[in-house]
């Protein structure tokens, strides 16, 4: 069976969900870093291509050039993408993650045009998913979470434990669009427990208390 393809806009837990479940799916995160250059994205595509067979689940790049490539090579991707009222967040998950400021800068900039983007977009092999509600991430999305659990019992892994994540979506013809009627819903008490330590993530407490000027620094280009 060839592989799902799952393109996801930054930060929305495409790392999270290679590091829970590689151990228990043969999972790609396929990250464009290797593949600049003039053969870009058609290289890109073509790793896609070779790789379609021997994976579970493949991790795609949001990138727009990625996204009419995989359209156009008739490869049927489901493309994950927040609201624009998670811009803060997002900003914030770069920040803790220690994106480069260019990297937080140019999202920062341009994040409403590139939702905007997405959701002008009608190609034949998108199938959309907005993610709009605060804290929730691809991993937590009850249809791509059914596949995941799913895959697991076929290769004999044990399976997750069953999750509170709950709402159905439907699938719209045509634009290929899937909407959500009510995101998953999480126990709070089934969420994975995070030590202070992981919570940090490498920042001292001095940097953890003064997050806003780190994304101020960041945008702005705030030196001390």
Known sequence: MAAILVSAFPGLGK?????????????LDLNTGRFEGDDFPGNYIAEVEKRLNDYDLILLSSDRNVRY??????????????????????IEIYVT???SRDFIMNLDHNFYNLIDEIEDEELEHCFKHKIDK????IAQYDLLFNFLKSSMEMNGNKPVEKSSIEGDGYQEKGTQ????NDLPKV??????????AEAKHS?????????????NKCRYNIDD
Request: glycine fraction near 2%.
């Open 15 to 27: 790392t999270y969900l290679y590091q829970q479940y590689k151990d228990r799916l043969k999972i």
């Open 69 to 90: 490539a995989l359209n156009d090579a008739g490869l049927d991707f489901d493309l994950f993408y927040p609201s624009k009222d998670r811009k803060n967040e997002l």
């Open 97 to 99: 993650n220690r994106k």
């Open 134 to 137: 605060p804290h929730r991430f």
């Open 177 to 180: 669009q899937v909407v959500e």
């Open 187 to 196: 126990d709070e008490k089934e969420l994975p427990q995070v030590s202070d």
């Open 203 to 215: 920042f001292e407490d001095f940097q953890l208390r003064n997050i806003t000027s780190l994304i």
